[in-house]
């Protein structure tokens, strides 16, 4: 079945650590994005990716960085420098041309303490 | 600030009612519209999607466009206790494709 995969599902981290959730779509899709989910709120956009090899910044970037090396995988680094890493991180893919809607992975759910 | 606002409920319906969720959004160059549910615990699903004014049928959900209110709203015929989830609005805001959310409205159906 095509799809989009994220894991882990749950993640625990220490703070001060560097964790990397993982995302991979077999829908051949272009464009892939990462949002960022706190409780009762709506989802904003950390980054995303049109194409291969390019990945502009989101709402939310800071603290955050990806790398598009191929066109099924969009990894997204929470590195030490994000202030309030604990949310739920969710990937999502599209066809990538215009009017096309966004299909979510499972999600990750990180815990930093 | 590009936004797309939600009521954030509860909105609370009885079973075999209607329910309408609003979501207007603040950017009129905004072509695409999209509904997602969202069960507590888990990512969003697709619902629908609405590209020009007036009303889309699927089922029993109805999404309703009015650009020049910057206005979308999708109605949920014959509601059922399986309907209650977080219903978020999206909107597709330039030529990026990135999507901007609402912040969800929250539908309770009561049995």
């Known amino acids: 079945d095509g799809g989009i995969t994220q894991s882990p599902k749950y993640l625990f981290r220490k703070e001060g650590q560097n964790v990397t959730l993982s995302c991979e779509q077999n829908?051949?899709?272009?464009?892939m994005y990462w949002y960022r989910q706190d409780p009762g709120q709506g989802l904003r956009l950390i980054y995303y990716?049109?194409?291969?090899?390019?990945?502009q910044k989101g709402d939310i970037a800071e603290g955050y960085s990806v790398s598009r090396e191929k066109k099924e995988s969009f990894p997204l680094t929470v590195t030490s420098a994000q202030k309030n890493p604990t949310a739920f991180y969710l990937c999502?893919?599209?066809?990538?041309?215009?009017?096309?809607?966004?299909?979510f992975g499972n999600g990750t759910r990180l815990t930093v303490t | 600030q590009k936004e797309v606002e939600q009521n954030s409920g509860p909105l609370s319906v009885p079973e075999g009612a209607i329910a309408s969720l609003n979501c207007t959004y603040s950017?009129?160059?905004?072509?695409?519209f999209f509904w997602y549910r969202q069960y507590s615990g888990k990512s969003p699903e697709l619902i629908m999607s609405?590209?020009?004014?007036g009303d889309k049928e699927d089922g029993r959900f109805t999404a309703q466009l009015n650009k020049a209110s910057q206005y979308v709203s999708l109605l949920i015929r014959d509601s059922q206790p399986s309907d209650s989830a977080t219903y978020l609005c999206?909107?597709?805001?330039?030529?990026?494709?990135?999507?901007?959310f609402g912040s969800g409205t929250r539908l309770l159906v009561r049995p």
């Open positions: 999502a893919s599209s066809i990538g041309s215009g009017n096309s809607p966004l299909h």
């Open positions: 829908l051949n899709h272009d464009a």
């Open positions: 990716s049109q194409i291969v090899n390019d990945f």
């Open positions: 950017d009129r160059g905004s072509q695409s």
């Open positions: 609405i590209y020009s004014n």
């Open positions: 999206a909107a597709q805001m330039d030529s990026s494709y990135k999507l901007i």
